[in-house]
T-cell receptor
Framework: AQTVTQSQPEMSVQEAETVTLSCTYD???????LFWYKQPPSRQMILVIR??????QNATENRFSVNFQKAAKSFSLKISDSQLGDTAMYFC???????????FGQGTRLTINP | DAGVIQSPRHEVTEMGQEVTLRCKPI?????LFWYRQTMMRGLELLIY????????DSGMPEDRFSAKMPNASFSTLKIQPSEPRDSAVYFC?????????????FGPGTRLTVL
């Protein structure tokens, strides 16, 4: 079975700090994609970043970057220079290529304090 | 381009009533997904369509739930009769298979409350 585990239910940091959210997953497949979605209080699910499993280079989107360790099946999200607007639930997810079914973790509630 | 559009954003109804949730996917996308989010169960995939055809409805909880996609730009999720345990946020998402990234884009969700 495909599973995603986010071991940190809640995190809290000060504005401008760097924070890393953890995610591990389990699959026997070799071709898949990994995602981080953000869900602010407005509840909209917003794509933050994605990573193709066949790429060794870690994806980066402005202040957001990932540390993808395929052998360890780990996919952490780093947020640099955190801002108040980063306060949200963050969901890690993956999808087997062509399978169409996203598998989500339970989420990490991140609070950025002023 | 507009994102995925869902309506209504909020729905409050009484037990036993019929509820219809609506979704317009991103233009050109060929996959459409319906999810349900609750505190207890997190995000669950209910059903998905490819080119308007239902492919996998194994996540639909009961026969009270039904979904249709009459054309490429419109889908509905219907609950009849509704029950309090159906209270949740329902998301619609769409993706474009030939983009080869399997990225799903979500709508803003419909918060359903069944009294």
């Amino acid at each position: 079975a495909q599973t995603v585990t986010q071991s940190q239910p809640e995190m809290s940091v000060q504005e401008a700090e760097t924070v890393t959210l953890s995610c591990t997953y389990d699959t026997s497949e070799n071709n898949y994609y990994l995602f981080w979605y953000k869900q602010p209080p407005s509840r909209q699910m917003i794509l933050v970043i994605r990573q193709e499993a066949y790429k060794q280079q870690n994806a980066t989107e402005n202040r957001f970057s990932v540390n993808f360790q395929k052998a360890a099946k780990s996919f952490s999200l780093k947020i640099s220079d955190s801002q108040l607007g980063d306060t949200a639930m963050y969901f890690c997810a993956f999808i087997i290529q062509g399978a169409q079914k996203l598998v989500f973790g339970q989420g990490t509630r991140l609070t950025i304090n002023p | 381009d507009a994102g995925v559009i869902q309506s209504p954003r909020h729905e409050v109804t009484e037990m036993g009533q019929e509820v219809t949730l609506r979704c317009k996917p991103i233009s050109g996308h060929d996959y459409l997904f319906w999810y349900r989010q609750t505190m207890m169960r997190g995000l669950e995939l209910l059903i998905y369509f490819n080119n308007n055809v239902p492919i996998d409805d194994s996540g639909m909880p009961e026969d009270r739930f039904s979904a249709k996609m009459p054309n490429a730009s419109f889908s509905t999720l219907k609950i009849q009769p509704s029950e309090p345990r159906d209270s949740a946020v329902y998301f619609c998402a769409s993706s474009f298979y030939r983009a080869s990234t399997d990225t799903q884009y979500f709508g803003p969700g419909t918060r359903l409350t069944v009294l």
